[in-house]
């Protein structure tokens, strides 16, 4: 059955800043505390998304969850009006208001793990929401991106939308940004690769290990898929100390191409051995690896490399990497990609984009997208407020040009007017919504 990949990118939220708030991720560290530019941040996302539906790719968005988050405020005992709260919490605790502005929802490859309907037993598309449980600022999100996800997906038979694990480290779960499907075409049965960096109830030394099989493998059960299709493999400890936060800064996948770094896996090749026996005679699997000789792990995490869109480019027989501009900059990664671009591999081309914005609090064009593979059928059951058309990019780009900051620290969190300011902000954006819903 044919079926298509539909990339829904978050909106950049208006509290785009750099809070330092995710230990393990290099780049928020490093930034942390200097000016961002909100406007420009959802103004490269939207470039990005219309760059895609330009080339002839399917785009949809998810929406910025609202910040602050008040009802968290509320429960960590502050209390009064909005405007009382955001006061209290400013002299008592600057670091949870911090969290209770975070835009971090923009990174929509953890806002969920998605099965397409092909791999399913019930024929269904199955989505589980992401509980984000090893950081406070990102464990916040998953009651606001159930509701986002309902309200988009919101046909129960064509789509099983599920709530986030229990909020435990045993189940600590980041979404897409740990998982890979490869198969031989989008609407064919696939192969599903869950990654994760601990077992349930390990300590691992360094930074977090964010994702336990345990997690997977009950996503997995509950999206119905076939056992013999579907691999568990260990993310190395060496690139989770490196600052691979997650899969996907390591290692990314389309089609019947896995592209990942040497060191992505603690085992590389039971690994490939495991994906090559899951495909059996479904596919070929073509495994592009790049030696840490070419691309030390270092330079991989920092030029965001793997944390590339790998598509299947309209009028284009091998795949597009889609990479942030840091890789062209970057010596190491621009020399392999230039490489790449001259094999007869099944990755004829590298296209550069720019979301620096992003790139600085860690976040690569992978990490902007949460990847929906879909049929037709599916396709017209979604929300069509939520799929994107020029001109629906135009509005949400004037949308941002009205009301986001140039610029923005987190020090401007304690003023209650910003709260006044974002606020409005969101409530034009719900009004733009509505008039999407009609647009087509």
Known sequence: MDAFEVNFDGLIGPTHNYGGLSDGNLASAKNAGDVAYPKEAALQGLEKMRLLLRAGLKQGFLPPLMRPNLVFLQQAGFSGTAEEIIRDAAKQAPS??????SASSMWAANAATVSPSADTSDKKLHLSVANLSTMLHRSLEA???????????RDPSHFEVHPALPQHSDFSDEGAANHVRLSDTHGAPGVELFVYGRDQGEEVAG???RQTRLASERIAASHRLDQARTVFARQSVQAIRAGAFHNDVVCVGSLNTLFTHELAFED???TYADLRSAAGDLFDLNIVEVPNSAVPIEDAISSYLFNSQLLNWPGEDRLVLLAPLET???????????????SNGPIGRVEYVDVRQSMRNGGGPACLRLRVVMTEAEIDAVNPAY?????????????????YRDELTAAEFADPSFFLEVRGAYLALT????EFAFMG
Do not use: M
């Open 96 to 101: 949870l208001l911090k969290a209770s502005y």
């Open 328 to 342: 062209k900059e970057t010596p190491t990664t621009k020399a392999y990609c230039d490489a790449l671009e001259r």
């Open 268 to 270: 590389a090749e039971q």
């Open 207 to 209: 930074f977090p290990a």
């Open 387 to 403: 799929l994107l058309t020029e001109q629906k990019i135009d509005l949400l780009q004037q949308w941002a040009k009205e009301h």
């Open 143 to 153: 009651p606001d991106t159930l509701a986002n996800l309902q309200s988009i997906f």
């Open 431 to 434: 009004g733009l919504v509505r």
